[in-house]
């Protein structure tokens, strides 16, 4: 069977310093992978999706970047974090295109930028 | 800019009612529509992907209908339990850039 695994579930950073949150999928090949952001009050936003290896898709302008080194490992990273990074962040994959296929989510990370 | 309601926005029942929410969405471009449940500190968890006009799906005591024409969509839960206690959330991929737009969610409370 599939899992994901996304770590860590909180994290408390300080302004200007990095950030670097992964993921991981077992049990299945090619995922689509998906980074998501829920702030508060507000409904789920794609920040980053990747249909392979190197092939990353920048929904919204920001100060987040995605790397996707291996096939089932997918990262959000910032160089220098903002106040207005705080939220919760999700990673999630589906079989293919998040048209028709249900998006399957881990457990999140919560981030509070102080 | 594809616009995502649902209603009402939370919803507390007694153990055993039955209670149904709405998601609306414009009709135009309609690839499909996803229901999640996300319950607290879990994940979000699919419950339906629907793609055709008057598809009516279920899963045990859930079930989910959806017109494509008006743009909606309802999530019935039959005899509520407190394990049904969630956040209830409604995306639809529709519009040229084939993305899914995340509803604010229902969230259900359900009383013992």
């Known amino acids: 069977s599939q899992t994901i695994h996304q770590w860590p579930a909180t994290l408390v950073q300080p302004v200007g310093s990095p950030l670097s949150l992964e993921c991981t999928v077992e049990?299945?090949?090619?995922?689509?992978l998906y980074w998501y952001r829920q702030a508060a009050g507000r409904g789920l936003q794609l920040l980053f999706y990747s249909v392979g290896i190197g092939q990353i898709s920048s929904e919204v302008p920001q100060n987040l970047s995605a790397s996707r080194p291996q096939d089932r490992q997918f990262i959000l990273s910032s160089k220098k974090l903002l106040l207005s990074d705080s939220g919760f962040y999700l990673c999630?994959?589906?079989?293919w295109g998040q048209g028709r296929s249900p998006l399957h989510f881990g457990n999140g990370t919560r981030l509070t930028v102080t | 800019i594809l616009n995502v309601e649902q209603s009402p926005q939370s919803l507390h029942v007694q153990e055993g009612d039955s209670t149904n929410f709405t998601c609306s969405f414009p009709s135009s471009n309609f690839y499909a529509l996803h229901w999640y449940r996300w319950e607290t500190a879990k994940s979000p968890e699919a419950l339906f992907v629907m793609t055709l006009n008057g598809d009516e799906k279920k899963k045990g005591r859930i079930s989910a209908t959806l017109n494509t024409k008006e743009g909606y969509s309802y999530l019935y839960i039959k005899g509520s339990q407190p394990e049904d206690s969630a956040t209830y959330l409604c995306a639809p991929n529709a519009g040229n850039n084939r993305k899914l737009i995340w509803g604010l969610g229902t969230s259900l409370a359900v009383n013992p």
């Open positions: 049990g299945t090949s090619n995922p689509n």
């Open positions: 999630a994959w589906s079989s």
